[in-house]
């Protein structure tokens, strides 16, 4: 039995640091300012905002320089994320993380091409539901965005 559970905890650990390895450090920051973000602003108009130096791909209007959120963001996923923020684990843990390449995620000068990394948050108590994701692009060959970016909201 001792066998069993020595075996357990190892599988447990590489689990756990296979995902701490999978997620570059900048885009767990980006992950980490978005709770952040959803837990401490004082209204939705606040989080949307605050929520605009992080957002990218299909979230905001084309100009990159400039950022706006798309008019549906803030009414729609930005507010389910904001109002159920509370029911996810503090602080965040990552229950699995999934990874893609693309070549294009939004329009005109803000699309992006990079690998997005799918970051699946674990809920406070697992009984009351499943972990939900939260897409961050690492950008790849981009004029002016250069910084991780969240590109996939409204899971939570």
């Not at 756990?16 to 837990?39: F, T, W």
């Not at 009414?75 to 990552?94: C, E, G, H, Q, T």
């Not at 993380?97 to 990079?114: K, M, P, Q, W």
């Amino acid at each position: 039995m001792k066998k069993l559970y020595a075996i357990l905890f190892l599988w447990l650990l590489v689990g756990a640091v296979g995902i701490a390895q999978r997620v570059p450090k900048e885009v767990q920051q980006v992950l980490e300012k978005y709770v952040e973000i959803l837990r401490t602003s004082e209204s939705l108009e606040d989080c949307a905002e605050r929520f605009r130096s992080i957002a990218g791909g299909s979230l905001i209007n084309e100009d990159p320089e400039n950022v706006s959120l798309r008019s549906t963001v803030k009414d729609f996923s930005l507010k389910k994320d904001y109002n159920n923020i509370r029911f996810y684990a503090n602080p965040v843990r990552v229950s699995r993380v999934t990874t893609e390449n693309v070549n294009r995620i939004g329009s005109g000068e803000s699309a992006l091409g990079g690998t997005i990394y799918k970051i699946w948050i674990a809920r406070e108590d697992s009984s009351t539901g499943m972990p939900a994701p939260v897409s961050i692009i690492l950008p790849r060959n981009h004029p002016v965005i250069k910084t991780p970016k969240v590109v996939n909201i409204g899971s939570f």
